[in-house]
């Protein structure tokens, strides 16, 4: 247990549907961010924010929209994706306080593993 | 390149063996992690490191900034260690944790 909860745990999805994934952090962190893990493929940064604002969208695709609306809860809404988007989604948070030396521990969520069909 | 490169990429062994697992990075870093994965897909921060060493129980992690290299050692693996194990790298610059990892090793320790 990491504190750090996601849901749904799986789920699976038509492409024209529209979905939400949840992130709940019970650590009193100010960062959290948006994984994706694709088959045979490193973790990929989606979004990451840091008190409550998005400080980085890397290149993701408008069909995914991040959504923080508070320290501890962190939302990531789909809507028309596509086959390639079947992946691993996982959240994690940090303490986010590093003082600009980036060195802090993240704690993972158990992910979410999403078809999409 | 990858700014990450881990070896072995697979990697099995015998219950009791001695493991290591490799990590090469190309870039400057404020410090390096060790992760591990279950097959669940919980991710677990093993290690951060800035330089030397740390211990926790079977685990040892290891840096050498001067070469870029770090190495996690299991000592008398366990089928329970069984696991993705992924190097990451903190690069700085951000007052928040930002990660660049590496591909994973895929460990299988048999009974």
């Known amino acids: 247990e990491t504190g750090v909860t996601q849901t749904p745990r799986h789920l699976v999805m038509g492409m024209t549907n529209k979905k939400s994934l949840k992130c709940e952090q019970h650590l009193g962190h100010n960062a959290m961010y948006w994984y994706k893990q694709s088959a045979k493929k490193p973790l990929e940064l989606m979004f990451v924010y840091s008190l409550e604002e998005r400080v980085e969208n890397n290149s993701v695709p408008s069909r995914f929209s991040p959504e923080c609306p508070n320290s501890s809860h962190l939302f990531l809404h789909l809507h028309t994706l596509q086959p390639e988007d079947s992946a691993l989604y996982l959240c994690a948070s940090s303490q986010g306080a590093s003082g600009g030396r980036g060195q802090e521990t993240q704690y993972f969520g158990p992910g979410t593993r999403l078809l999409v069909l | 390149k990858n700014e990450v490169e881990q070896s072995p990429q697979n990697l099995t062994a015998q219950e009791g063996e001695f493991i290591t697992i490799n990590c090469s990075y190309s870039v400057g870093i404020s410090a390096l992690h060790w992760l591990q994965q279950h097959p669940g897909g919980g991710i677990v921060s093993l290690f951060m490191l800035s330089s030397g060493k740390k211990k926790h129980g079977r685990l040892i992690a290891t840096i050498n900034i001067q070469e870029k290299h770090s190495s996690l050692h299991i000592t008398a693996s366990h089928p329970r260690d069984s696991a993705v194990y992924i190097c990451?790298?903190?690069?700085?610059?951000?007052?928040?944790?930002?990660?660049?990892f590496g591909q994973g090793t895929i460990l299988t320790v048999h009974p």
């Open positions: 990451a790298l903190s690069v700085g610059g951000t007052s928040y944790g930002k990660l660049t």
